[in-house]
């Protein structure tokens, strides 16, 4: 609990003063700790530290860990690549789905819209060359949002991106930066950019990242999972 006190504080620090040295309010940044892989004991020591937003990219593993804190106040946000068919499922324990990419995941995840409650979603955006990895290309971002414009339980908040592993994330993010402004002007309100993690966060402030997800430097190396 100390050790995830202490690294919990220097990752702040850390944002702060990259908020700073760019010239932004720390306050208008969100950091989103992922618990991926981790228990959900040490989400509740999280909670007792006062963190609120926390982050998964399973579906099974957000439904187990929400239901099985309910008694707390987080807020969920699913980050991961999400089936359609487990989109219920999805949006019954998330607060925030950061990963849709696709109209029918939109649609789906409309479909399972219970009475007239919203869901704040973010378009992912593939910031790589390779089609496999989560996202929709930066020239279809904005289709996909007019989509997601017309699904009235659905809020659209912004984007979302994980910088490409061969490529300085400086350059990965301006371009999300473009796809965001331009969503932007159809959207006025959708002015999320949910980047940076715990290798990157800083290049991802830089670049107008108004949500952090951090994981490892926060939470200590992921479990191995068989
Ligand atoms: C795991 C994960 C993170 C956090 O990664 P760290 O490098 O541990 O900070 C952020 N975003 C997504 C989509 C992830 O899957």
């Given at each position: 609990m100390t050790d995830l006190a202490?690294?919990?504080s220097a990752i702040d620090e850390r944002i702060v003063?990259?908020?700073?040295?760019?010239?932004?309010?720390p306050g208008e940044i969100t950091r989103i700790v992922v618990t991926k892989f981790h228990p959900a004991s040490l989400v509740r020591d999280l909670r007792t530290?006062?963190?609120r937003e926390v982050g998964e990219n399973r579906q099974q593993e957000l439904g187990?860990?929400?239901?099985?804190l309910a008694d707390l106040d987080l807020r969920w946000h699913f980050i991961g690549q999400a089936q359609t068919n487990?989109?219920?499922?999805?949006?019954?324990?998330?607060?925030?789905?950061?990963?849709?990419?696709?109209?029918?995941?939109?649609?789906?995840?409309?479909?399972?819209?219970?009475?007239?409650?919203?869901?704040?979603?973010?378009?992912?955006?593939?910031?790589?060359?390779?089609?496999?990895?989560?996202?929709?290309?930066?020239?279809?971002?904005?289709?996909?949002?007019?989509?997601?414009l017309e699904l009235p339980s659905l809020a659209l908040r912004g984007v979302m991106a994980v910088a490409p592993l061969d490529e300085e994330p400086a350059s990965a993010f301006a371009r999300l930066r473009a796809v965001a402004d331009d969503i932007r002007t159809v959207e006025p309100t959708a002015h999320w950019?949910?980047?940076?993690?715990?290798g990157d966060f800083v290049e991802a402030i830089a670049a107008g990242a108004t949500h952090l997800r951090i994981g490892s430097a926060i939470t200590g190396p992921r479990p191995e999972r068989g």
């Open positions: 202490s690294r919990l003063d990259a908020a700073r040295l760019a010239g932004r309010d530290l006062g963190v187990a860990k929400a239901d099985e487990k989109a219920a499922a999805i949006r019954r324990s998330a607060d925030v789905v950061h990963s849709v990419d696709r109209p029918r995941l939109a649609d789906a995840l409309h479909r399972a819209a219970d009475g007239d409650d919203v869901l704040d979603v973010l378009v992912q955006v593939n910031l790589t060359q390779d089609q496999g990895r989560g996202g929709v290309g930066p020239d279809e971002a904005r289709a996909l949002s007019d989509h997601i950019i949910s980047a940076g993690m715990t």
